[in-house]
């Protein structure tokens, strides 16, 4: 069974940067798309990014792009989230996923979630 474990969230203030990991176990996910979500209190997941197996295809949210950087080490079976220039919009609930069918900005469509990691960006 597949899991997969968050780390990197924390509080920093606007303008700031943070790195959030998401380790892979239980099998080898270097065939299949990984990416990220996110929620904020009183809202929808939203899509923030993906990456796909041949890691050259990666997509972003509007929200996001141009700021954050997604990247994988198939060998360590690992996906990463650079983020830079946060805003306090940006505060939310964190979730690696992996193993897409459809479009990949459907949280539904996502086969395996982590328990998410917090970030909060103070103004």
């Known amino acids: 069974q597949v899991q997969l474990v968050e780390s990197g969230g924390g509080l920093v203030q606007a303008g700031d940067s943070l790195r959030l990991s998401c380790a892979a176990s239980?099998?080898?996910?270097?065939?299949?798309?990984m990416g990220w979500f996110r929620q904020a209190p009183g809202k929808e997941r939203e899509f923030v990014s993906a990456?796909?197996?041949?890691?050259?295809?990666?997509f972003y949210g509007d929200s996001v792009k141009g700021r954050f950087t997604i990247s994988r080490d198939k060998a360590k079976n690992a996906v990463y989230l650079q983020m830079d220039s946060l805003k306090p919009e940006d505060t939310a609930i964190y979730y690696c996923?992996?193993?897409?069918?459809?479009?990949?900005?459907?949280?539904?469509?996502?086969?395996?979630w982590g328990r998410g990691t917090q970030v909060t960006v103070s103004s």
């Open positions: 996923v992996a193993d897409a069918e459809g479009n990949w900005r459907l949280p539904d469509d996502w086969g395996h």
């Open positions: 239980g099998r080898s996910l270097s065939s299949v798309g």
């Open positions: 990456i796909s197996t041949s890691v050259i295809d990666t």
